[in-house]
């Protein structure tokens, strides 16, 4: 499966941007779908993952009530709505997919997208 992650850009605190992923290659609705991000010099972080139906979703601490994650099943679609943007938020973000469960953990994801910068200027 190839996933295709685009939507970054430069953009001012407060402001919002949406991250699109596309998925191709396989059957969509089997995946589980995250999200995660990668500062420069830092880890790659958990973001939020969702399920194969979009109707359960998990985030981490630091996003919740900021970002939303959905997934438009039928275009192989999944989106990341990044609101209230902050500085710290500067970053390449990356789509996931597995087939198991919902995790935190980058690890558990067997296919990831290319990523896409991010960056947020205060």
């Known amino acids: 499966v190839q996933l295709q992650a685009s939507g970054g850009g430069l953009v001012q605190a407060g402001g919002s941007l949406r991250l699109s992923c596309a998925v191709s290659?396989?059957?969509?609705?089997?995946?589980?779908m995250g999200w995660f991000r990668q500062a420069p010099g830092k880890e790659r972080e958990f973001v939020g993952s969702?399920?194969?139906?979009?109707?359960?979703?998990d985030y981490a601490d630091s996003v919740k009530g900021r970002f939303t994650i959905s997934r438009d099943n039928a275009n192989n679609m999944v989106y990341l709505q990044i609101n209230a943007l902050k500085p710290e938020d500067t970053a390449v973000y990356y789509c996931a997919a597995n087939q198991e469960f919902m995790s935190a953990h980058a690890a558990d994801y067997n296919y990831w997208g290319q990523g896409t910068q991010v960056t947020v200027s205060s």
């Open positions: 969702i399920s194969r139906s979009g109707g359960a979703t």
């Open positions: 290659g396989r059957t969509f609705t089997p995946y589980i």
